[in-house]
């Protein structure tokens, strides 16, 4: 790294608060202004400070580097409080080729390795969190940049800091006058480990810095969801026939097809539904589902997908200031959106096993009067099943502060308004023989109640209730002043047009639908009564998945979800959706009959009933 000696070597080894309890800095990328003054510091200190060089008669100190260097700088009131370089792996030649011959040298010089200079700190600036600055930029430039590993010599009585943020010594030194250096080596994966311990730093340091470079300080959360099952059929689709192979009950795809109208309406016109650009605001289908569900087209906002809807609205609406309250367990992408992504403030209503993971209402009474910025339900819950029913959950609502909004996801929802059906006693084909194309039952969903509030927000997928998963269809549901910001940042065309036909066609045929949730119901139940004969603990729900505990004395979830896809059956850890499931829970979507027994068959070997205490 080659830093100023003062800037860390005469402070002891923990790590100090600014000398200026105030003091703020803009860490950005030199410009060519910049770089002359970085020249002429580096002669002031390297030079006339450290007598490491020469002192010339131009004041400046640069190197043949300096032409492929970027530097990056911290100024603290308008001058520079410090500086670091960095050499890119095009560069024709390292700082350290000075001092070792490649060959020698214990590691490979690639396109993913960079090299680390001249940090340095000016006066009165020399405290360890400047010098952590720095060296934290320079590292999330190289990973911003795609590097993988970081190469640089530092000065041997401040190994300690150097080691403690990950960089070793790759076991060679040089000498420069008085000074000794030893070469460093760093992973980027091991760098990013070591940050866990200056989280505190970091976050001290994240709000008392304007960060005027293009990428994030903080390396910004990857795409979160669940299922793995396309890696087997091929995710070039070129060997699409293996899905004949494969059973996902790792993902809630619906078991059975699009309403007919659906798949002949893009079988007729598919060359031209996919040549031909879609109305650009989805105006047909937004007309569709204000018909189907009885509210204006005002109360409606479309996406592709409610992960599309749940990114653009609440990193719109919340920042990291925000505190949220979500269930546990539940979906698990608002948590990562929500900590991950915006680093909003999380807590967490708990739902206990004992007690079925039902929401407990009072609880969510007494929570929703701590005036959270937004509160995220999923009703009827993932993974848990379970469901609030609609008149208890609006009385409830109703008395939240109004200024909270009250986030209700409703992807299963019609899952259950099939179980309030099966409560009737009517026969399925009877039902719908008296309704026609109308859905007979009364539905369990908020969306007009949302339409008529103030702040509750329905987000509604069309995925796994109408067989549209692959169509990435989704809406929201609310009051029109709730949408109207959200609406600006909706980019036209944001469904696709064979997505839109089939969404609309999809809600012309109710009955359809309806009768295909009867029969889910059904599998579901004989699916749960395998998994009993197996000693697992299924909990009741009412969606096409169920959770179950496996035994005690058994495999783990990860070991069944690991031997299972060995044999083609993606079922799902549910881990991940909430620390209270622990690791013997596992989700499992419902299939239809010939799958659901191909997944005990699957299942008896791999966890044979009563072969465990």
Known sequence: MNPNPASTARRPAQVFPFPQAEASFVLGLADAEDRGEIFRLRHEIYARELGQHAVNPAGTLRDPLDAVNIYLTARCAGEIAGFISITPPTAPAFSVDKYFARAALPFAFDDQLYEVRLLTVLQPHRGRELAMLLMYAAYRWVEAHGGTRIVGIGRREVMDLYRRVGLEPAGLSTQSGEVTYDLLLGSISGLRQHSAEFAAVLSRLETRTAWRLPFPFRQPAACFHGGAFFGAIGEKFDTLERRHDIINADVLDAWFPPAPGVTATLTDHLPWLLRTSPPTDCAGLIASIAEARGVAPTNILPGAGSSDLIFRAFRHWLTADSRVLILDPTYGEYAHVLEKVIGCTVDRLALDRAQGFEVNLAKLSA???????????????????????????????????????????????????????????????????????????????????????????????????????????????????????????????????????????????????????????????????????????????????????????????????????????????????????GPRAVRIAVKDAAANARMLTVLRPICPSGAWA
């Open 367 to 581: 929570a929703l009067a701590l005036d959270y910025d937004l509160v995220a339900l999923v009703n009827p819950n993932s993974p848990t099943g379970r469901h609030v029913p609609r008149e208890k959950l609006e009385a409830v609502l109703r008395a939240a502060p109004w200024h909270t909004r009250l986030w209700v996801d409703e992807t299963y929802v019609e899952y259950a308004t099939s179980s309030v059906a099966r409560s009737t006693g009517l026969v399925p084909a009877e039902a719908l023989a008296k309704a026609g194309r109308e859905n007979p039952f009364p539905s369990e969903s908020l969306e007009k109640f949302a339409a008529a509030s103030e702040n509750v927000i329905v987000a509604k997928s069309m995925s796994k209730v109408y067989a549209l998963s692959g169509a990435r269809v989704a809406y929201l549901c609310a009051g029109h002043h709730q949408l109207e910001a959200l609406r600006a940042i909706t980019p036209p065309w944001v469904v696709g047009l064979p997505a839109q036909v089939a969404a609309v066609r999809a809600l012309q045929d109710p009955a359809y639908y309806a009768a295909r949730y009867q029969e889910t119901a059904g599998l579901r139940e004989s699916l749960a009564s395998g998994l009993r004969e197996l000693g697992w603990d299924v909990l009741p729900g009412i969606a096409n998945f169920l959770l179950c505990h496996l035994p005690e004395g058994g495999p783990d979830a990860d070991t069944v979800v690991r031997l299972a896809r060995a044999e083609g059956v993606f079922l799902r850890d549910a881990v991940r959706m909430g620390a209270r499931l």
